[in-house]
């Protein structure tokens, strides 16, 4: 079963927090807004957003697939081929980050088993290879070695939720107290194999829907009434890869924190 692959032009932005530092993602009007500032380290290439839906070849008309079938079907292939990607989930979809570089080559690797769109003025177009890679080829590298990290699973537990967005001024000072006083990162701070608790706050905002991971213990900050998550109200663990954060080429991600 082949599902369509969208290459997204939407209004992104996710501010993360760890115990080591803040990580922003913004979409290019947003980058623009930014101050320059000597204390903010921006990553150098362009990313390109893709979401894997079925049922439909437009995001507002298909469903999500979920990141245990993107993990294996995307990432895998992607990782054989040595592309790096950005692994963006929220309370509504997953999102997968490439390069804007090696589009060619996400589009060679996976278009035999996706339909590949992208989106051009809120219309779903289909990209072929030929489009994408211009005679360019595959990446021919051999596969690298498996590398082996520790992994932490520490105790906290996290909870992935939304709220309406008209609802925002009512948390306003709540969430800028998570974001950057009670939840901020120490200067200096590294994390402790045997810490029972991390630190992780995240929060999206993407065409105007609004997604929030957070520990129980911030959870209890916020209006229980405003918050809304799954029916069965499930709660997630986070398994940390690695002492020291691994960068992009080590896990082809930019984190090294899943839920």
């Given at each position: ?212 991971v957070m520990d129980t213990e911030a959870q209890r900050q916020f209006p229980a009434d405003l918050l809304f998550t799954s029916s069965s109200g499930e709660l997630w663990r ?19 924190t899943f839920f």
């Amino acid at each position: 079963q082949t599902f369509p692959i969208l290459t997204c032009t939407s209004s992104t932005s996710n501010l993360s927090i760890t115990p080591e530092n803040y990580t922003v993602v913004l979409d290019e009007e947003g980058f623009k807004e930014l101050q320059p500032s000597e204390h903010l380290q921006v990553e150098g290439s362009t990313w390109l957003p893709l979401n894997v839906v079925s049922n439909g070849n437009t995001s507002s008309s298909s469903q999500a697939v979920g990141v245990t079938k993107i993990a294996k079907s995307v990432i895998a292939p992607l990782a054989e081929q040595h592309v790096s990607v950005f692994m963006l989930s929220t309370y509504q979809t997953d999102f997968i980050l490439v390069r804007e570089k090696d589009l060619s080559v996400v589009v060679e690797t996976l278009v035999e088993e996706f339909n590949i769109f992208r989106e051009e003025g809120g219309e779903s177009v289909p990209v072929h290879s030929q489009d994408a890679c211009n005679g360019l080829q595959r990446n021919g590298r051999e596969v690298p070695h498996a590398t082996v990290h520790p992994v932490l699973i520490p105790e906290n537990q996290f909870c992935v939720m939304s709220l309406d967005p008209d609802t925002l001024p009512a948390i306003a000072t709540t969430l800028i107290d998570v974001l950057f006083y009670s939840n901020s990162p120490k200067e200096g701070a590294s994390v402790d194999q045997d810490m029972k608790c991390i630190k992780f706050f995240s929060f999206s905002l993407i065409d105007g829907y609004v997604s929030l991971v957070m520990d129980t213990e911030a959870q209890r900050q916020f209006p229980a009434d405003l918050l809304f998550t799954s029916s069965s109200g499930e709660l997630w663990r986070m398994a940390r890869i690695g002492g020291q954060p691994l960068g992009f080429g080590e896990l082809h991600s930019p984190s090294d924190t899943f839920f």
